[in-house]
């Protein structure tokens, strides 16, 4: 049996009745299940707001085109963001006509602090952390600097639903916290995603434009009869950005099992952690943050000939993955290669090692006897 990097798991008979329940009623759309898992995920994360969204792409996009306006950012501003990512963090800066502005990263895959402290000018109104993996990296020492330096700050938190820090979830110093339930993510739904904004304004302003900027309250005034709901008001030009139904009952599943199966990931970890203690020369686990339960969404090693590690691992009909190759190498940044030395050796030499809740102990037996018999040594 070949062993994939990512499968997931659905509880399908209590997922099917969640959809069979919008089925009967006659309610896929906005409204009903996803006001139901807003509320839900407010009081699983202890977030202020939640609003449900079609990915968690469109909720940076919301983050930055929210928080631009709101303060009066100017196009060419700078935004501080990681180079080892998923395109849609950098995307949704740029969507904006804003500049990334790309900083190192350290040993946990996250940005470096430091490094992000050097970045800062007089153009820098943001800063975009991704907990790679579910990991929280230095976030705390991130949240002291956007402090310091009066910046704004949005997590993104696509790999880190159930993270949490020193026994609680991180993001409530953010601006924005922004999670996707995408297909393989660890809270995997189809495709969908939840904006949590610290501030009730932004919330309300994200329901409103992730609705092509309609304005419900107008007609929630005036349809007391129900003579008047075409009767609504258009703000500004806003997006189709809202969640659905469908998806949000799936989600409602999945989150009542999140914490059950982030501890199962945790232990798959363990067992990967355990084959490869002393073999530290050629099998480096990124470690994880002190005070962090991390989501494990992935399990990331670094070793040397990467390249080859993988090819001879696909021989074996094994798939791991790369997270992530560094943005700045993407021509659409046009970025001088040497921005980032940490990011870009290590987009060079990390490897995603097969992480889902299908995998028993001898899955991840198998997966580390090849990589042991195959990986050359760091040098
Ligand atoms: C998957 C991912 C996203 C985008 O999530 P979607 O829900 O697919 O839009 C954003 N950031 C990171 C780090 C991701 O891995």
Redesign the pocket.
């Known amino acids: 049996m070949p062993i994939q990097l990512f499968v997931p798991t659905f509880r399908v008979d209590e997922c099917l009745s969640e959809i069979r329940e919008c089925l009967e009623k006659g309610w896929t759309g906005l409204g009903f299940k996803t006001v139901a898992l807003e509320e839900a995920w407010c009081k699983y994360t202890g977030l202020p707001h939640a609003h449900f969204l079609s990915?968690?792409?469109?909720g940076?996009h919301l983050a930055i085109r929210i928080l631009k306006s709101e303060y009066g950012w100017q196009d060419g501003d700078e935004v501080i963001s990681t180079p080892l990512?998923?395109v849609?963090?950098n995307h949704a800066i740029a969507y904006e006509n804003l500049h990334v502005t790309f900083a190192d990263v350290d040993e946990y895959l996250c940005l470096d602090p430091k490094d992000v402290e050097r970045k800062i000018t007089a153009k820098t109104r943001a800063i975009v952390y991704?907990g790679l993996g579910g990991n929280t990296g230095r976030w705390s020492e991130i949240v002291e600097i956007a402090r310091k330096h009066n910046l704004k700050l949005i997590l993104?938190a696509?790999?880190m639903a159930g993270t949490r820090l020193n026994g609680e979830i991180p993001g409530k110093e953010a601006d924005a916290v922004v999670y996707?339930?995408?297909a393989v993510?660890n809270l995997p739904t189809a495709?969908?995603?939840m904006i949590c904004f610290r501030d009730a304004a932004h919330d309300e302003r994200a329901r409103k434009l992730c609705w092509l900027g309609i304005n419900k309250d107008t007609y929630a005034r005036t349809s007391g009869k129900g003579a008047y709901k075409w009767k609504y008001d258009v703000e500004e030009v806003g997006y189709k950005y809202h969640g659905n139904s469908i998806m949000a009952g799936i989600g409602l599943v999945q989150l009542k099992y999140l914490d059950q199966d982030n501890s199962y990931r945790r232990q798959l970890a363990a067992w990967y952690d355990t084959a490869f203690k002393g073999h530290e020369d050629r099998v480096l686990p990124v470690p994880v943050a002190p005070g962090c339960e991390s989501s494990r969404h992935l399990y990331v090693i670094e070793v040397a000939a990467r390249d080859e590690l993988l090819m001879a691992l696909n021989d074996c009909e094994i798939y791991p993955g790369v997270h992530y190759r560094d943005n700045t190498e993407y021509r659409m940044y046009g970025y001088d290669a040497a921005t980032c030395p940490n990011a870009r050796r290590l987009s060079e030499s990390i490897l995603s090692l097969p992480m889902h809740l299908r995998l028993g102990h001898a899955d991840v037996k198998q997966v580390t006897e090849v990589v042991l018999k195959y990986v050359k040594p760091i040098n």
């Not at 990915?55 to 469109?58: L, Q």
């Open positions: 990915s968690a792409t469109v940076l990512t998923f849609s963090t991704v993104d696509a790999h996707s339930f995408q993510k495709d969908s995603g």
